[in-house]
């Protein structure tokens, strides 16, 4: 079973809300090895979305820890595929929700 729930999108939805949510609720205050492990290969790989131009944005709510990050340019496939290959997700570490959504404000693309 896949670790990734893709919420109603009308066709045509490229831009994509992730909500990361651990499989444990205490791996925080007790992570396991594999977990730690895991985690810091999706923060690689985040940061190879970041690279490309895929992540938009990607970060750490602080009022209790839910990881996010803004997905940008995919299909409705293409965003559960590279989801699926997150190792954090794929080792079931943690599930995915992505929600479409659309941007209407980005940094440095508001008129001069």
Do not use: K, N
Not at 33 to 58: I, P
Not at 92 to 110: C, F, I, K, N, Q
Request: negative net charge.
């Amino acid at each position: 079973m896949s670790g990734v729930r893709i919420s109603h999108a009308p066709d045509g939805v490229t831009t994509w809300y992730a909500l990361y949510r651990p499989a444990r609720p205490e791996w925080s205050t007790t992570p396991r090895a594999a977990e730690r492990v895991a985690l810091h290969q999706h923060g690689q790989w985040l940061d190879h979305l970041t690279r490309t131009g895929v992540c938009v944005a990607a970060g750490v709510l602080v009022d209790d820890g839910t990881e996010f990050a803004v997905l940008d340019g995919l299909e409705r496939r293409e965003a559960r595929s590279l989801c699926e290959r997150d190792p954090w997700i794929a080792e079931g570490h943690a599930t995915v929700e992505l929600v479409p959504m659309r941007l209407s404000h980005e940094r440095g693309s508001a008129p001069a």
